[in-house]
């Protein structure tokens, strides 16, 4: 580890980035070397900081470039610039020979490579941290992308984490700003995306699932995987033909309209992630392809994004709220999301993201984008204690990459017009009569064991409300001069409560039609007899004075 550390301050001081060695305790032996240094005295570095830091890490290898990507994705922890020319980082590293490529296969395989493939490119497609990728062909003539681990690379990549942990320790224990960066966090999340990245079966799941969920539309494709042929160190998927997105001029050679490219970049990503709860978070323009008639095209699921139905809602109030210029909605479903603490004042919230919102809705549409927005307000949200939202850090790194390449296929791109029709019409559909009636089919199999202890409990309730059983503990002493008025009322409330009950047991009833075949032709009767039910021990509770 002191070797490797040496190295890294060796690098970094290149850089000129020794204010970041001296500030580590570990490192303070250095700082008399640093002074004693020559160069130091006469240089003067003007590059931004940002910049040198991008280089470094490019410099530090594959791994350290990786930590780079994931923290610009972090821009609530990083100030701008450096989110911003992090992101720039790219996952490049020297691909390993073919032969060692065959060599893990078979192993992996426990057969010779003829076995399975009619033809294996030893040249590798594209070399990254940890896999690369050869282009192969099935014995039945499929050409498929064959996606290989880095050998030893778990070695590497337990020294580096090791070594990045104890930095972070250091900086939190002797550098103050570190506290609020929490880079044991980011490390601990870093260590998790890591563990994934090297069970290829888990990308693989990935692949599986989305290509599952885009069945019914033709705007995305996603290859198919061979399952016989993955394992953990070896994928076999689909190869992708298409024109690789960045490529604009071709793809509008192709005769594609970019307008509608465009718009439907963002309709596939608000389904996945609104629909399915399930969307591409590494949609960056070496990830996509176009094929000539425009359909997206994606490899590399690796990193993918979840969003339960709790955030889903939340998040939609949070942008239609937007969408709308509506600041109070949007304070208020931070604070029903529970993402700003109980005690926030909604009136103090409001204002701030009044402010920071409104000089941005002050530009044309074309020009707003709405993942900065999202930035921004989250900044604002830390303002006010607000916890970092993991899946939402990555659903706005998404929406970063669709704008960005939305806008660069057709400028003029205004995500208002797909996004909020998008989503009104979800919302229309999760809270309409049509979700309603769909929540009664998927409770149906629930009520139908509840139903028929309906009886026993309504006899529970009157016979211990004829015996007056049931009470109420006030403990209020100004209340508690009502409680003989509040007693003579009870055997009536509770008869009510009763009638609605059986009303509410007709209704859930009559959902059980075509449910299941013991009730067939009985659900009517039954509905209407727990119906009448209902409304003649209503009419019976109803007051009278």
């Known amino acids: ?137 099935l014995h039945d003539g499929t050409e498929v992308a064959v996606k290989v681990l880095r050998p030893g690379i778990e070695s590497v990549i337990q020294r580096d984490l090791a070594l990045l942990y104890r930095l972070a320790q250091l900086a939190l224990r002797y550098w103050e700003p570190a506290r609020r960066l929490r880079p044991v966090e980011v490390i601990d999340q870093f260590a998790r995306h890591l563990e994934d990245e090297l069970d290829l079966r888990r990308e693989a799941a990935n692949a599986s699932q989305l290509r599952t969920n885009s069945q019914d539309t033709d705007l995305t494709y996603v290859p198919k995987v061979y399952w016989d042929l993955t394992r953990r160190n070896v994928m076999v998927m689909e190869r992708i033909h298409g024109i690789p997105i960045a490529d604009v001029e071709a793809i509008r050679a192709a005769g594609v309209d970019m307008k509608r490219l465009a718009h439907n970049g963002v309709e596939i990503f608000f389904t996945q992630a609104f629909r399915d709860g399930f969307f591409h978070a590494d949609m960056h323009p070496g990830n996509i392809f176009v094929s000539p008639e425009g359909q997206y095209r994606a490899v590399d699921f690796g990193i993918m994004g979840t969003l339960n139905e709790v955030d889903q809602q939340y998040l939609a109030e949070n942008l239609l709220a937007f969408f709308n210029r509506d600041y109070r909605a949007v304070a208020a479903a931070h604070l029903h999301a529970g993402w700003v603490p109980v005690g926030t004042r909604l009136n103090e919230f409001e204002a701030a993201v009044r402010t920071v919102c409104e000089p941005i809705f002050a530009r044309p549409i074309a020009e707003i984008s709405f993942g900065r927005l999202l930035i921004h307000l989250f900044q604002t949200a830390r303002r006010f204690d607000m916890e970092v939202q993991p899946q939402l850090v990555l659903l706005q790194k998404t929406l970063l990459n669709i ?32 979700a309603f009636r769909e929540s009664l089919r998927q409770q149906a199999p629930l009520w139908w064991r509840v139903v028929p202890e309906l009886p026993n409990l309504v006899h529970t309730v009157l016979s211990k409300a004829s015996r007056d059983q049931l009470s109420v503990e006030w403990r209020n002493d100004d209340i508690r001069k009502l409680r003989e008025e509040v007693r003579r009322g009870q055997q009536r409330s509770f008869v009510g409560l009763v009638g609605a009950t059986l009303l509410l047991g007709a209704v859930l009833v009559s959902a059980l039609d075509g449910y299941s075949p013991l009730m067939a032709g009985r659900v009517p009767v039954f509905s209407w007899l727990l119906g009448g039910a209902g409304v003649m021990l209503l009419l019976a509770a109803w007051p009278r004075d």
Do not use: C, N
Not at 86 to 105: C, E, H, K, M, N
Not at 403 to 422: M, N, S, V
């Open 403 to 434: 704008e960005g390449l939305g806008r660069r296929l057709y400028p003029e791109l205004d995500l208002w017009e797909t996004a909020k029709p998008f989503l009104e019409r979800w919302m229309r559909e999760r809270h309409g009569p049509k």
């Open 1 to 137: 580890m002191s070797r490797r550390l040496a190295g890294i301050t060796r690098i970094l001081v290149r850089h000129g980035l020794d204010e970041y060695v001296v500030h580590l305790h570990l490192l303070r032996p250095y700082r008399f070397v640093l002074r004693l240094l020559p160069w130091r005295w006469f240089r003067r570095d003007t590059r931004p900081r940002a910049v040198r830091l991008r280089e470094a890490l490019e410099d530090l290898g594959p791994i350290f470039v990786k930590f780079g990507q994931m923290v610009s994705t972090r821009p609530d922890l990083l100030p701008d610039d450096i989110a911003s020319e992090l992101a720039r980082l790219q996952d490049q590293a020297r691909p390993f020979t073919g032969s060692t490529a065959v060599d893990i296969v078979e192993a992996a395989y426990g057969e010779p490579l003829d076995a399975h493939f009619s033809r294996f490119e030893r040249d590798p497609l594209a070399s990254a941290s940890v896999a690369q990728v050869h282009l192969a062909e």
